[in-house]
């Protein structure tokens, strides 16, 4: 059984990771990590804008990109959101029915937390405002809270799979257990004998306490994957979440899986649907980096401008294909609440914009981004780290490369084009399909649903 550890405060465990991180990486690029700037960097407001390569944060604390997932030490109580200036859009989110019942994911989450033992209940459940819904990564070294999956009982499991399955889509669920397993093989693929790099190293942690009227939620992460899931009576938001591996498709126990196809279709899709003068408006003259996404950990309160074209210039076909491919991430929600979630979409649709860095060929290792007042959303094929004939760590059956075993997976989210590592492709060499990040925010201040939450404090609901 996997002791628990007493709790540790999450800017406390944000700076622990961070120095790691910086010992590994060491020379110059330690340098970078640590003081949160990459070479050249001179813009020290968290900002993102059109001036920094590729659309990218150009540094300083906090911002150059996030410098690592984790970095940023935002407390709950500063939470702001993603924003395009600084500035939230206000009145755009309110407390309302959606006429789509929450019972059967509050009856699934009171079923998990009453099957675990006290302590690891109380090691598990947080204030609805705690500093823990920040205190998310995807890396496979970040130190988690919470109830460890690979240390419950097979019976806990199957509760807490339980409330993943009322949570999620059938998608969903299908989703985060498919890159569950291929973290395991990246375990086998390095040679084994990682406790992060399996199936159980995921954690569940509580934020209040499940119910039909009163505000709570829960995270669910590990390596590659970070759901945030808030309820308020029938409305719910599952926001930041994060979703990626590395590799995408692999044959584990037997079983061949392959993530990230929706995904990278519906993003081909519209992009191809664009005529040549809307693409140029839309494809970066950047070259594809390593790691291109702005939005990932540690990034709660980031500063990014709209880039690209919005969608008050498609055709009502390119509207559409928008909108599948929105679908895709949100879709992987429970089907009520993802229905929900796309009308709100859609009623700012002329508002959204659509952005890509690198080439469009089926194979081709691209970012893009989907970005309006009340979506953002990134995909981004990276640099190899962990897997393949470029892999930064060990690989083929644990042949040793000379990088250090503890390296998270996956560089850092957020770091510019051509950050620590050096080259313009960053850490691991040319990006490819076999290394994808995505994310899904609320921006203007309503991730981890903290938007409705102050609404309900405000009005005393």
Same mark, same amino acid.
């Given at each position: 059984m996997?002791?628990?550890?007493?709790?540790?405060? @999450? &800017?406390?465990?944000?700076?622990?990771?961070?120095?790691?991180?910086?010992?590994?990486?060491?020379?110059a690029?330690?340098?970078?990590?640590?003081?949160?700037?990459?070479?050249?960097?001179?813009?020290?407001?968290?900002? @993102?804008?059109?001036?920094? *390569?590729?659309?990218?944060?150009? $540094?300083?604390?906090?911002?150059?990109?996030?410098?690592?997932?984790?970095?940023?030490?935002?407390?709950?109580?500063?939470?702001?959101?993603?924003?395009? %200036?600084?500035?939230?859009? %206000?009145?755009?989110?309110?407390?309302?029915?959606?006429?789509?019942?929450?019972?059967?994911?509050?009856?699934?989450?009171?079923?998990?937390l009453?099957?675990?033992?006290?302590? #690891?209940?109380?090691?598990?459940?947080?204030?609805?405002?705690?500093?823990?819904?920040?205190?998310?990564?995807?890396?496979?070294?970040?130190?988690?809270?919470?109830?460890?999956?690979? %240390?419950?009982?097979?019976? *806990?499991?199957?509760?807490?799979?339980?409330?993943? $399955?009322?949570?999620?889509?059938?998608?969903?669920?299908?989703?985060?257990? =498919?890159?569950?397993?291929?973290? @395991?093989?990246?375990?086998?693929?390095n040679?084994?004998?990682?406790?992060?790099?399996?199936?159980?190293?995921?954690?569940?942690?509580?934020?209040?306490?499940?119910?039909?009227t009163?505000?709570?939620?829960?995270q669910?992460?590990?390596h590659? #994957?970070?759901?945030?899931?808030?309820?308020?009576?029938?409305?719910v938001?599952?926001?930041?979440?994060?979703?990626? !591996?590395?590799?995408?498709?692999?044959?584990y126990?037997?079983?061949?899986?392959?993530?990230?196809?929706?995904?990278?279709?519906?993003?081909?899709?519209?992009?191809?649907?664009?005529?040549?003068?809307?693409?140029?408006?839309?494809?970066?003259?950047?070259?594809?980096?390593?790691?291109?996404?702005?939005?990932?950990?540690?990034?709660? =309160?980031?500063?990014?401008a709209? *880039?690209?074209?919005?969608?008050?210039?498609?055709?009502?076909?390119?509207?559409?294909?928008?909108?599948?491919?929105?679908? #895709?991430y949100?879709?992987?929600?429970?089907?009520?609440?993802?229905?929900?979630?796309?009308?709100?979409?859609?009623?700012?649709?002329?508002?959204?914009?659509?952005?890509?860095?690198?080439?469009?060929? %089926?194979?081709? @290792?691209?970012?893009?981004?989907?970005?309006?007042?009340?979506?953002?959303?990134?995909?981004?094929?990276?640099?190899?780290?962990?897997?393949?004939?470029?892999? *930064?760590?060990?690989?083929?059956?644990?042949?040793?490369?000379?990088?250090?075993?503890?390296?998270? !997976?996956?560089?850092?989210?957020?770091?510019?084009?051509?950050?620590?590592?050096?080259?313009?492709?960053?850490?691991?060499?040319?990006? &490819?399909?076999?290394?994808?990040?995505?994310?899904?925010?609320?921006? =203007?201040?309503?991730d981890?649903?903290?938007?409705?939450?102050?609404?309900?404090?405000?009005?005393?609901?």
């Amino acid at each position: 059984m996997h002791a628990h550890r007493p709790r540790t405060p @999450a &800017t406390e465990r944000t700076r622990r990771w961070f120095m790691n991180r910086s010992l590994l990486l060491g020379g110059a690029a330690a340098v970078a990590t640590m003081t949160g700037c990459s070479a050249g960097a001179s813009d020290t407001n968290g900002s @993102a804008s059109g001036s920094a *390569q590729s659309g990218m944060p150009s $540094g300083g604390p906090g911002g150059a990109g996030g410098m690592g997932p984790g970095a940023s030490e935002v407390k709950y109580a500063d939470f702001k959101g993603v924003t395009t %200036d600084g500035t939230v859009v %206000d009145d755009l989110f309110s407390i309302h029915s959606t006429g789509v019942s929450t019972d059967a994911v509050v009856k699934a989450a009171q079923a998990f937390l009453d099957g675990l033992g006290a302590k #690891v209940r109380r090691a598990s459940v947080f204030d609805v405002d705690d500093d823990e819904w920040l205190a998310w990564s995807n890396v496979d070294g970040y130190e988690r809270e919470g109830a460890r999956m690979g %240390d419950l009982t097979e019976k *806990q499991r199957t509760l807490g799979y339980a409330l993943l $399955g009322k949570a999620l889509s059938a998608d969903g669920l299908t989703q985060t257990r =498919n890159i569950m397993k291929l973290n @395991a093989f990246l375990g086998d693929y390095n040679g084994g004998g990682r406790e992060t790099l399996t199936e159980g190293h995921y954690y569940f942690t509580f934020m209040g306490t499940p119910s039909t009227t009163k505000p709570w939620g829960f995270q669910y992460e590990g390596h590659h #994957v970070a759901i945030n899931y808030f309820v308020l009576g029938d409305q719910v938001v599952m926001s930041p979440t994060f979703m990626g !591996s590395e590799p995408t498709s692999a044959t584990y126990n037997g079983e061949k899986i392959t993530l990230f196809k929706p995904e990278t279709k519906a993003g081909l899709a519209l992009l191809r649907s664009l005529t040549s003068a809307q693409r140029k408006k839309v494809i970066s003259a950047d070259e594809k980096g390593g790691t291109d996404m702005v939005a990932g950990a540690g990034q709660d =309160n980031l500063k990014l401008a709209y *880039q690209g074209l919005a969608a008050k210039e498609f055709t009502s076909a390119q509207r559409q294909k928008l909108l599948d491919l929105v679908g #895709v991430y949100v879709g992987y929600m429970d089907d009520g609440h993802a229905a929900v979630k796309m009308q709100e979409v859609e009623e700012h649709l002329d508002d959204t914009y659509f952005f890509w860095i690198g080439e469009t060929k %089926d194979s081709s @290792a691209f970012y893009y981004r989907v970005h309006s007042p009340v979506v953002l959303i990134e995909y981004d094929a990276q640099s190899p780290l962990a897997y393949g004939e470029n892999a *930064q760590m060990g690989g083929g059956g644990g042949a040793p490369s000379g990088r250090p075993s503890g390296m998270p !997976s996956g560089q850092p989210t957020g770091t510019p084009s051509g950050g620590p590592g050096g080259g313009g492709m960053g850490m691991g060499g040319t990006p &490819t399909q076999q290394h994808i990040h995505t994310i899904i925010r609320t921006p =203007n201040g309503n991730d981890y649903g903290v938007d409705l939450l102050k609404l309900h404090l405000e009005t005393d609901h």
